[in-house]
């Protein structure tokens, strides 16, 4: 420090000649050709200060040199000093701004904004102190180093400041995260905006931006979920029936979190029988997201995916103590009260020729089943041998590659063409919001078959009608529909054989 402190005495005479106008002003000249030159936006802002610097230097300079002579000599000294002050700083910022280019070239990561404030800092001083001692015969040093009560006071006040300011550059050195990653210090959690010379900066996911000392970090477990950019694992448990086989838990769980978007499938997400609990079996889940922002909503949007699909498969999620439900669920909900299912029942055009007491007995063999909004009922190409009853919400039916063929809203149907004709699933039916479908199989129109003639033909009719329609959106992605009538016999000779129906029905 003394040395470099040494050399910038040694420049002085330097500095006092007019030379260092000359240099002033070639160096200006310079440094604006190289700044119009570079494309870079760092260097551009970093030479700008240099630029700058001169240019007031200059400025001084020349106010100097057209000064009156009978100008009091104060005037003269202060004018003096300050474009001193100035090259000398100009010089210095377009040196640190030249140094920090080369090191960018060579390496890919920007020196740290703290880093460089720091250097600067200190060559200035350095270049500033022989200055004022010259020219101003001020003892700076000596003042500083004597004066042991400004030592002091000076010293409580940086206290704080220094102790973030080391710890900034500590953090710099070991590098434990960089701008963009995603932090957990202490329980704050969020992206890192900002590493300063006081201070961290980390935005929330709730939006919110906050400063945290670096001193504070330094003290506490930095997590970080972005380091080198691979996907964070993320664990969770859930507690369900001791009754629920965990293989068929384990399948079903591993089924939704393929259907989470935000979920990786590489590495493969997991769930293990973790514990065997008074009430309950402990499931724990572990998946990766790419990103730790998208933590807070796959954990939502699985939760979400996993009630209806646990509800579905009868899997309980267990209370803390037993309760005992005693209504059935179709009383408890108006929507499956016995009123409102006969009367959808009524609407629907396959069941019209079917009796009061046959639409009771249908009634009774229905199934309440819940979706979430965007999950699958029905895939293309699966076996299938349920029909399904739409009592609320909508669902989409598509084409295997994603076309939309038409919705579906209460009182529609869907799911016979399988059941009745034994083919695989002809679309994929994908509910758009939460629906309530009533669930029916094979047997229950196995015995309305039998008890109608003539039904089987109406249906292979209705059928035909929508599969003909169906390839014309998947193959020229157009409602054209050709004629069913072909399609028609065809299916109602599968559903005859399936059904082992005679030729009169
Ligand atoms: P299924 O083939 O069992 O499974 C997919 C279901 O989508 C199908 O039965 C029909 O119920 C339904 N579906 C197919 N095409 C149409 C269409 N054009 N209009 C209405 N529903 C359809």
Redo the contacts with the bound molecule.
Sequence with gaps: MDRLSQSFHALLPFLSSNLSLVVGAVLLVLLFGIRSASGDKDFRRDLRGAFRFLSVFLVLRLTEWALPSDVPPLTAKLIRVGWMLIFAFGVIRAAVALALQAVRLRSPMAAPKIVRDVIGFVLYVLAALPILQAELELNLGGLVATSAVLSVVIGLALQDTLGNLFAGLSLQLERPYQVGDFIRIGEHTGRVMQIGWRATRIMTFRRESITLPNSKVAKDVVQNFSYGYEPVAIDIYIRLSREAPPNQVKAAVLDVMKEVATIVQDPAPQCRTWAFEESAIRYQLRYWVADFAHCDNTMEELYTRLWYRLRREGIEVPYPQRVVHMRHEAEARPEFSSESVKELLRAVDLFSLLTPEELEQLRMELVPRRFGKNERV?EEGEE?HTFYLVVSGEVS?RTGKGQE??R?KRGSY??????LTGDP???T?VAVQDVVLLELDRPSFARLFVSHPGLARQLSALLAQ??T??RAVAEAGTNAVSDPAPEASRILGRLRQIFSLSHQD
């Design positions: 029905i299938g039916v063929v038409t579906l869907f799911g016979e063409m399988s059941l699933r002809s679309a039916v929508r599969r329609q169906l």
